[in-house]
């Protein structure tokens, strides 16, 4: 099973972005994260029109002292919530694919995480629970 949870971007303006989201787009802000070790935050929004809050999510990355990034490498990662890791990279193995990264824990240590590339070289993050 996978269940698509969030889309990732990195931005250079947190605060512009957050204003653009939830004022222009009426998104609603789900959470909010400094992380003082990695020097980045973490923004989760999610789509007002979800009264249930199940719609997947938008991650806003703001790294710290970044000015600028190459329209091309904006895009972060795409996730999705799986029940086993484990069972994910087995089954990846058999079709010739492995992870690219992981698993591991996430940035807040709560859970367990691993990226995967796909041919072109764009990253799943794959999320355990």
Not at 30 to 52: C, I, K, M, N, Y
Not at 56 to 76: H, Q
Request: aromatic share 12%; charged share 25%.
């Amino acid at each position: 099973m996978l269940k698509y949870l969030h889309t990732m971007i990195r931005v250079v303006d947190l605060d512009k972005s957050m204003r653009f989201y939830t004022e222009g787009l009426g998104f609603r802000v789900v959470s909010r994260e400094d992380h003082q070790d990695g020097e980045f935050t973490l923004a989760f929004l999610q789509a007002g029109g979800d009264p249930e809050g199940r719609s997947p999510m938008i991650e806003l990355t703001y790294n710290w002292g970044t000015k600028s990034y190459e329209r091309g490498n904006a895009y972060g990662h795409t996730a999705y919530q799986v029940q086993s890791i484990a069972e994910v990279q087995e089954r990846l193995k058999k079709h010739g694919y492995d992870l690219s990264w992981g698993p591991g824990p996430t940035p807040n240590g709560r859970r367990k995480m691993a990226f995967v590339d796909d041919p072109d070289g764009y990253e799943i993050e794959l999320i355990e629970g």
